[in-house]
């Protein structure tokens, strides 16, 4: 572990190594021209200790959510082009004002677009790719002494075009900065003071951990966890930038993110949840060779992101598929499929909206044989019916009725004792 996570770890008073850090503020830390003070009044601390820092910031609040409502009203067909070049201007305004904010302390401040910043993507408007970070800017502001704003979740393209990340953008926006700059932590401040053992909102004593590796956080991320984005880890992971998500509000240290295991692995570390997604059915296939590849490559050339698939054990030649996918991509899927029946031997289709994922994650779950007997009497002794199940090497997850996706959550965060440190918990 480097000096600098392991100072963070022990003690923010220990946190006194010159660093160059990458911070990352959210919509919330910088909602108004008070929380945008305290951000500027927070890089002064962090300079006064001797750091040098960059900052990444996100649109204000809800500002994102208000340029999409003047979109609908103005706009049916709202153009990819034209929808980039709203949406990011949520966050070049939150640059520019925190930029001011930091004059206003004494502290010299250059704000930066993402295409200023150095950032290249793809083609693809409202969800683009990076394809390469040269922020050749951004480091002669550092050298000059000051600390560069870059407005988060935006790039320009191949084709000289501005381009959006999409949600959750700006954490992907100061993790690639951070491994473009060399730096040596990318911080994600946001409003929660880190990660924690499932949703705090749904379970009284979930418990903040103070640290979680990279695979563990990626399965929790793609399974419910909302923060930080799933694309920032698994930019982080693929250059080693050492994360640290943390509150806004406070300098206590927040949950460290590395390639390293902690010492003491947890057979689990956290249960997930996700009501985003439904459930839909392809009942009565033909049962033979070609048809699921027929079936799934024409969902992929629809754009249909499917995640869990099933298929039941055929019956007189015929057999049923299920998979889940976001709600919103019910319509999509639901005409791909209908233009297939004939071709498939199928009968139908049935859309189930009404489901939740629910998952546990751990790394010590792979030499733990007793995780999925705990976690299916666990929820049989719930009274909580198992409908899908998915696994990797460190997550089980199962599709649940939405209705009970809550109760699973509190009972199998109780089953293996999530509230407890790794050392205290029992054995399964």
Not at 27 to 32: A, K, L
Request: hydrophobic share 40%.
């Amino acid at each position: 572990m480097s000096k600098l996570g392991l100072a963070a770890m022990i003690s923010p008073i220990t946190l006194i190594l010159v660093a160059l850090l990458v911070q990352k503020f959210g919509g919330t830390s910088v909602g108004d021209p008070d929380r945008i003070r305290e951000v500027a009044d927070h890089v002064a601390r962090c300079r006064k200790r001797g750091d040098q820092v960059v900052l990444v910031v996100s649109a204000m609040g809800k500002e994102t959510d208000e340029l999409l409502r003047l979109a609908d009203e103005v706009s049916s067909t709202k153009p990819g082009r034209e929808m980039d070049m709203l949406i990011t201007g949520g966050e070049r305004k939150a640059c520019a004002l925190v930029s001011m904010a930091l004059h206003e302390l004494g502290i010299e401040s250059d704000s930066f677009t993402g295409s200023q910043a150095g950032f290249l993507t793809d083609t693809t408007h409202r969800n683009a790719k990076i394809l390469d970070v040269n922020p050749y800017r951004i480091k002669a502001a550092v050298e000059a002494g000051k600390v560069p704003v870059v407005g988060g979740s935006q790039g320009v393209s191949s084709d000289n075009d501005v381009t959006f990340f999409g949600r959750g953008g700006s954490d992907t926006t100061a993790v690639a900065l951070a491994h473009a700059l060399d730096a040596d932590a990318c911080e994600l401040y946001t409003d929660v003071p880190g990660v924690f053992t499932t949703d705090p909102r749904l379970v009284a004593d979930a418990r903040k951990m103070d640290q979680i590796s990279f695979d563990e956080l990626l399965e929790m991320t793609a399974t419910g966890c909302p923060k930080p984005a799933m694309r920032s880890v698994e930019l982080a992971r693929s250059f080693g930038v050492k994360l640290h998500v943390r509150s806004a509000f406070s300098w206590v240290p927040g949950t460290w993110v590395t390639q390293e295991e902690p010492m003491e692995r947890a057979i689990i570390s956290a249960v997930t949840h996700d009501t985003s997604e439904a459930k839909m059915t392809v009942s009565g296939v033909s049962d033979r060779p070609g048809v699921a590849a027929r079936l799934f490559r024409s969902l992929a050339d629809a754009n249909v992101n499917v995640d869990m698939i099933v298929q039941n054990v055929s019956e007189d030649g015929r057999t049923d598929i299920s998979f889940t996918l976001p709600h919103e991509q019910i319509d999509a899927a639901r005409s791909t499929v209908d233009s297939l029946l004939e071709e498939l031997g199928a009968n139908g289709t049935i859309a189930d909206p009404d489901i939740a994922r629910v998952s546990l994650i751990g790394a010590g779950m792979q030499t733990n044989p007793g995780v999925a007997a705990t976690m299916f009497e666990t929820m049989s002794n719930a009274g909580i019916n198992i409908e899908m199940i998915s696994t990797s090497a460190i997550r089980i997850s199962c599709v649940v009725r939405e209705a009970q996706a809550e109760a699973a959550v509190a009972e199998l965060h109780a089953a293996f004792q999530l509230d407890r440190p790794a050392s205290e918990r029992a054995d399964l």
